[in-house]
């Protein structure tokens, strides 16, 4: 049950990131807007070291370079594929290809959840393609590579081929990012996190420095950029404490509902549309998280 709550908290934390890292990056390129939110997570988990602990042993220090190059990779992609748009619908096909990966290794590696279990895995899966039923809407929506605005709004949203492509790199490399600091050392405390998150924040930098010609005058939006980052690093700790607690299938795709909180606040704050096969999508993540409750 420790592991299912901490699960819960680190969605609704990414699911706010999210949110928070797509809006910056509508106001500024996304690198800009990475280039802010790698270090403020980078400095929430300094300020958790004397908390959680951390011992930089090599497997520690290996597997949390690897998460951290993976994270740099789903920053970019992910912010980008949000400031492009719609919210609500490819943020849970991120989501969904984020889930099956960690879950397939889970299982590989010998997790077998119980009846209850095996139940809650497919239909939290299912409820994250339910809740990226929407009816899709405007394209690009306009947005160039300054991140400008995008596809929000309340009208009927359709994602663009190039964005549902930039969903499946970015699902991709948030699963190799959890793989990575599920495998480890669960002696460790953050030092993964903390390692990971260096290496975050100085490939941005070496991408900014390289490619500063073309990033555009914009300047990031701080206070959202720096906000998702802290929390993205607590959904991070949050994730890593549910998978030393319980098995990686389960946490993981408990994890993957995040783009619940996205989707909530897309519509309170951009006025996106949640149709009704979201809406039966909640309610089956609902389930779903009982049923695993029950495992």
């Not at 997790?111 to 339910?130: K, M, T």
């Not at 993981?252 to 149709?275: F, I, K, N």
């Amino acid at each position: 049950m420790i592991a299912l709550l901490l699960a819960l908290g680190s969605s609704l934390a990414y699911g706010c990131a999210d949110f928070l890292g797509g809006l910056g990056a509508r106001r500024a390129h996304v690198l800009r807007t990475v280039l802010v939110a790698a270090p403020a997570s980078l400095a929430v988990e300094l300020l958790l070291w004397p908390l959680l602990g951390a011992r930089f042993e090599p497997g520690a220090v290996g597997w949390g370079a690897a998460s951290g190059a993976a994270s740099a990779a789903a920053f970019a992609l992910l912010y980008r594929t949000l400031a492009i748009g719609p919210m609500n619908v490819l943020s849970p096909v991120t989501a969904l290809v984020s889930a099956m990966l960690p879950v397939a290794v889970g299982l590989l590696q010998g997790e077998r959840p119980g009846p209850a279990g095996l139940l809650g895995l497919p239909l939290a899966l299912f409820a994250v393609v339910l809740v990226s039923a929407g009816p899709g809407g405007g394209g690009d929506g306009g947005a160039g590579d300054g991140g400008a605005a995008a596809g929000g709004g309340g009208g009927r949203a359709r994602a663009s081929r190039r964005a549902l492509l930039l969903a499946l790199g970015a699902g991709t490399a948030i699963a190799v990012q959890l793989v990575c600091l599920h495998q480890a050392p669960s002696g460790s405390g953050v030092a993964p996190l903390i390692v990971g998150r260096a290496v975050t924040s100085a490939l941005t930098l070496t991408a900014v420095l390289l490619w500063r010609r073309r990033l555009g005058p914009e300047r990031p939006a701080y206070g959202l950029a720096a906000t998702a980052g802290a929390l993205d690093s607590l959904a991070g700790v949050l994730f890593l404490l549910a998978a030393r607690s319980g098995d990686l299938a389960v946490v993981a795709v408990v994890t993957a509902l995040y783009p619940t909180g996205t989707v909530l606040l897309a519509r309170t704050v951009l006025a996106e549309r949640v149709h009704r096969g979201q809406l039966a999508g909640l309610g089956a993540a609902a389930l779903a998280v009982g049923l695993l409750a029950l495992a």
